[in-house]
């Protein structure tokens, strides 16, 4: 036999220096979507960059400012400053409210945090659009090394809430309840990272939804509870539920129940906040997912 390569074709004929056809029927696009379930696993195989990079840019905010992260201290402070003074002095919102001050804390910390995902969420596959053309990996692993970060990042302002808490004149101390805490945070993270996945998902393929996401963020703000007790303010009972049903709202009726009122909230808000975590995850990371294969194309 000659030295040559010779490779028998379809016909059953051997013509040198041919490449059979099945030598490409393994190869796939590298823009390609897998499925749902390859999808999971190529970013459980990524896990250890996400969290690498989180850890990298965690408190990162306030790097180049005088203060640094003394801001992530601060802010949280100063905001409960601002509104206590407006609506609590001013507005008078604290009639009827035991431990307003607290009570505004609570409403100021846990709603920024909840707020931070859907906010930081819009524009992100833009900004990081270099990136993504220049690499071939899940996307969705951006959203879950953002979503780890301000993780790490809400540590700072979670202490200054209970140590406001803890050392407040006359106020509730620690309790048992505040055990409980932990599980709450999940919950607001899990839901907080479904807002991420939809912000991200929405904005990239309308950019103008950012400028939505701004206006309802405000709106999602005062219509809250933040700074005043809803019931009473609101005397209809179609709009009471309406706002009663808003997760926000859940989030921090159960974290002043928790950390305040030493109360363990009723089960219809664990499984209402549980609910809205989990759909909001999946809707929007299934969202996502189906666009994989544009994000690099813009």
């Known amino acids: 036999m000659s030295a040559r390569r010779r490779i028998r074709t379809r016909h059953?004929?051997?013509r040198p220096g041919t490449i059979p056809a099945e030598v490409f029927a393994p190869l796939k696009p590298v823009t390609g979507r897998p499925p749902?379930?390859?999808?999971?696993c190529q970013l459980w195989?990524?896990?250890f960059f996400i969290r690498a990079e989180a850890r990298a840019k965690a408190f990162s905010g306030s790097r180049n400012l005088i203060l640094g992260n003394l801001w992530l201290l601060l802010g949280p402070l100063l905001d409960v400053l601002m509104y206590g003074v407006i609506f609590g002095v001013v507005l008078k919102t604290s009639r009827g409210i035991e431990h307003f001050v607290l009570f505004l804390v609570i409403g100021v910390v846990l709603f920024r945090l909840v707020s931070k995902d859907l906010s930081d969420g819009a524009g992100m596959i833009r900004s990081k659009k270099n990136v993504i053309k220049a690499f071939a990996f899940p996307r969705a692993a951006l959203v879950?090394?953002?979503?780890?970060?301000?993780?790490?990042?809400?540590?700072p302002p979670i202490l200054v809430l209970f140590a406001v808490i803890f050392f407040y004149p006359h106020g509730p101390g620690p309790t048992r309840t505040w055990l409980l805490f932990p599980f709450l945070f999940i919950l607001m993270k899990t839901f907080g990272t479904g807002l991420t996945f939809l912000a991200a998902w929405s904005?990239?393929?309308?950019?103008?939804v950012a400028r939505l996401i701004q206006v309802f963020t405000r709106f999602w703000f005062y219509g809250s509870g933040v700074f005043y007790s809803i019931d009473n303010f609101v005397d209809q009972p179609t709009l009471l539920r309406v706002m009663q049903i808003n997760p926000?709202?859940?989030?921090?009726t159960?974290?002043?129940d928790l950390l305040i009122y030493d109360t363990i909230p009723d089960r219809s808000f664990w499984v209402s906040l549980t609910t809205w975590a989990v759909s909001t995850l999946a809707i929007g990371f299934l969202l996502f997912w189906s666009a994989e294969t544009r994000y690099a194309k813009f």
């Not at 749902?36 to 999971?40: D, I, K, Q, R």
């Not at 879950?144 to 540590?155: G, V």
């Not at 904005?203 to 103008?208: A, E, F, G, K, S």
């Not at 926000?248 to 921090?252: F, G, S, W």
């Open 203 to 208: 904005t990239h393929l309308i950019p103008d």
């Open 12 to 14: 059953g004929k051997n």
């Open 45 to 47: 195989q990524r896990r």
């Open 144 to 155: 879950l090394s953002h979503s780890l970060r301000t993780a790490y990042d809400s540590i």
């Open 36 to 40: 749902v379930s390859g999808y999971l």
């Open 254 to 256: 159960v974290g002043r």
């Open 248 to 252: 926000a709202y859940q989030v921090l």
